[in-house]
């Protein structure tokens, strides 16, 4: 999982322009929150089966987004607007230094509040037919460095995003499906606290 956010934070780095997402898509309310558990799928080059992964995942309009994958490994991950840290016993420890963390919070912001194009900057947008859902859209990054680890990255979805593909320059792939989508008003107070330290 640390991998797939490394790379997603490399994408923050050269972002200059936005285009416009699927308008049959559900904006996030403002300052709600929108919880859903995911499944993903890594498949590596020369391993037949693909390595699983489950959690639960936990968007905070404008405040961050948490993500924990619940096995096979125990790992959590929270993207806020001052960086991304690795989350263990309520202890924020940051992974990435340099800068561009209010980008990478837009970036993962956007991807996961589909209509809200104005913060998935830096790629191309390739609309595709439908698939398994009601809109497919193909993000092809700009930044050369980015190109260099990500080929492109697949959405697909209805009223909320239901499927992601990242697609590594490598040949490797991460598929992530989303479900049992919750748009709520507030997170827990735990959870609250690990937002706002």
Not at 88 to 107: E, L, S
Not at 111 to 138: E, M
Request: hydrophobic share 40%; aromatic share 8%.
């Amino acid at each position: 999982m640390k991998r797939i956010f490394l790379c997603l934070w490399l994408l923050s780095t050269a972002f200059t322009e936005a285009r416009a997402m699927p308008s049959k898509s559900s904006a996030l309310p403002p300052g709600s929150v929108l919880e859903a558990d995911f499944t993903q799928y890594r498949h590596l080059n020369g391993i037949h089966k693909p390595i699983k992964s489950e959690g639960h995942m936990i968007l905070w309009d404008g405040k961050g987004l948490a993500w924990t994958t619940i096995s096979p490994f125990p790992n959590a991950i929270l993207i806020t607007t001052k960086g991304l840290y690795q989350l263990q016993n309520r202890v924020k420890t940051p992974m990435v230094k340099g800068g561009g963390d209010r980008a990478m919070f837009d970036v993962m912001a956007g991807i996961f509040n589909v209509t809200d194009a104005q913060q998935i900057k830096g790629f191309v947008i390739q609309h595709l037919p439908p698939g398994n859902y009601q809109w497919r859209l193909r993000l092809h990054p700009q930044h050369e460095q980015v190109r260099n680890l990500i080929s492109s990255i697949t959405l697909e979805g209805d009223l909320q995003i239901r499927h992601i593909t990242i697609y590594r320059s490598n040949g490797d792939h991460d598929e992530i499906d989303i479900k049992n989508h919750a748009i709520k008003e507030s997170v827990s107070l735990e959870m609250k606290e690990i937002f706002d330290e």
